[in-house]
């Protein structure tokens, strides 16, 4: 929790309404981003991007599993997120917890979109094997390391940085099981497919300060909010889950304006994961 003075939260929203934030950026500008990819040598994908002073890192592991019976069309897709107690001293106990379970739901609604499947981000159908026999499970953990505000926002960057590395093994299926035999596989060490990422949004949190919104907040601009929407946008401008935060309602056309906001941001903040993604893939080839 931080603890701010009425001089030091008048200034923070203050500057906020003049479009000048405490440490000189612009309502819609995110700090420096960078991303590292390749990081867990043991995973199938994993990477480490940092926003400012926010540090997290994800991984993907891929394993044969079964489709779910409701779904047989569709691989299955876990994420758990770990607060680390070091990253920040609130995370100790219960408030760790807490946080994880948050986080990892909302990145759930984002990335997964309804029950259903309907608006997911992830191609669960690209994981399927067999349909109805064999599919790959993906488990993708997340791991705060640092906290400087903006979490939600910098584990969807580091999960779409993980996949855009993670390689899916090739499988050749033994052919003549009948319709009831679970069919055999052939799993390759050597020839791995690259998982298609073209789909995957970008997650921009808005979170609204008076009566403005801003993006990539700090824990201080965080203490000031009324209450935070967080936007998954894929390459096309589609939105592909919405999650809120925060005790004050929202007014639906408050909503609609952050989303035609979010998609403006979403499109510049793309730009530069793919671009970081793309140098750091090079630097891992070379």
């Given at each position: 929790?931080?603890?701010l003075?009425?001089g ?6 203050g500057?906020?309404?003049?479009d000048?934030r405490?440490?000189?950026?612009k309502r819609?500008?995110?700090r420096p ?20 002073a926010t ?7 891929a394993?044969?599993?079964k489709?779910?019976m ?10 758990y997120?770990?607060?680390s ?6 995370f ?5 917890e807490e946080l994880s ?5 909302a990145?759930h609604r984002?990335?997964l979109g309804?029950?259903?499947g309907a608006g997911?981000?992830i191609?669960r ?6 349909e109805g026999?064999?599919c790959?499970d993906?488990?993708?953990?997340g791991?705060v390391?640092?906290s400087?505000?903006?979490l939600?926002d ?8 993980a996949?855009?590395?993670?390689g899916?093994?090739s499988?050749k299926?033994?052919?003549g ?6 069919p055999?596989?052939d799993?390759?060490d050597?020839?791995?497919l690259?998982f298609?990422t073209?789909?995957?949004p970008a997650?921009?949190t ?6 403005h919104y801003?993006?990539?907040a700090?824990?201080?601009?965080e203490?000031?909010?009324?209450s935070a929407?967080s936007?998954?946008?894929n390459r ?5 889950g919405i999650t809120?935060?925060g005790?004050a309602?929202?007014?639906p ?8 906001v979010?998609k403006?941001?979403?499109e510049?903040?793309m ?7 793309a140098?750091?893939e090079a630097?891992?080839?070379?």
């Amino acid at each position: 929790m931080v603890g701010l003075s009425l001089g030091e939260q008048h200034f923070i929203q203050g500057g906020i309404a003049q479009d000048l934030r405490c440490d000189g950026r612009k309502r819609l500008t995110y700090r420096p981003i960078n991303v590292e990819t390749g990081v867990i040598p043991q995973a199938n994908g994993s990477a480490r991007v940092r926003i400012g002073a926010t540090e997290v890192i994800a991984s993907v592991k891929a394993e044969l599993g079964k489709p779910g019976m409701g779904q047989p069309d569709k691989g299955k897709v876990f994420i758990y997120i770990d607060c680390s107690s070091t990253a920040e001293p609130a995370f100790e106990g219960r408030g760790g917890e807490e946080l994880s379970a948050e986080l990892s739901t909302a990145l759930h609604r984002c990335l997964l979109g309804a029950k259903s499947g309907a608006g997911a981000g992830i191609d669960r159908t690209s994981l399927v094997v067999v349909e109805g026999k064999i599919c790959w499970d993906l488990y993708i953990d997340g791991l705060v390391v640092s906290s400087d505000g903006n979490l939600l926002d910098a584990l969807g960057a580091a999960i779409k940085a993980a996949l855009s590395n993670t390689g899916i093994p090739s499988v050749k299926v033994t052919p003549g099981a009948s319709n009831d035999e679970q069919p055999e596989v052939d799993v390759s060490d050597e020839e791995f497919l690259q998982f298609d990422t073209s789909g995957v949004p970008a997650i921009v949190t808005l979170t609204k300060v008076g009566r403005h919104y801003i993006v990539d907040a700090t824990p201080e601009e965080e203490s000031q909010m009324s209450s935070a929407v967080s936007i998954s946008i894929n390459r096309k401008g589609h939105v592909c889950g919405i999650t809120k935060r925060g005790g004050a309602g929202l007014d639906p056309s408050v909503v609609l304006d952050m989303v035609s906001v979010a998609k403006h941001v979403s499109e510049q903040l793309m730009n530069k994961l793919d671009s970081e993604i793309a140098s750091a893939e090079a630097e891992d080839e070379s």
